[in-house]
């Protein structure tokens, strides 16, 4: 199984920064801060495997790039906390892979066959 040469599977994502009055459906200014599009590293048997992996990898890099921010603009800062000082920041996540919208929007949890991809996605 697998989008890619070889049987693999592509993935890829992007994030950056935006205006905080973003309006669904209109054009608002983005400043990428990184974007990586690749081989997924683990071996997925479907595309929702591979697609979740893409999510997971995209929202630890958020989750990195925050605290970064974070350390910059607050010199009380600590790693200990870094989950509540990056809680008092908005921010969003997108995805266009239809499986995995589907999966999380909704309101019970859906059968994944896939165990870890199932995990990935709580």
Same mark, same amino acid.
Do not use: H, K, W
């Given at each position: 199984m697998g989008n890619a040469p070889k049987g693999g599977s *592509? =993935? &890829?994502? %992007?994030? =950056?920064? $935006?205006?905080? *009055? %973003? $309006? #669904?459906g209109q &054009?608002?200014?983005?400043l990428i801060l990184q974007w990586i599009s690749g081989r997924v590293r683990r071996a997925c %048997?479907? #595309?929702l495997a591979a697609e979740t992996l893409s999510v997971v990898k995209g929202m630890n890099c958020l989750k990195w790039a925050r605290c970064l921010w974070q350390e910059l603009i607050d010199d009380s800062f600590s790693l200990k906390n870094w989950e509540g000082a990056?809680?008092?920041k908005l921010s969003d996540a997108c995805v266009d892979a239809k499986s995995v919208y589907d999966h999380l929007s909704k309101p019970t949890a859906t059968t994944v066959q896939d165990k870890h991809a199932s995990i990935d996605l709580q």
């Open positions: *592509q =993935g &890829a994502f %992007v994030f =950056g920064l $935006t205006d905080e *009055q %973003v $309006t #669904p &054009a608002c200014p983005f %048997v479907s #595309p990056i809680r008092r």
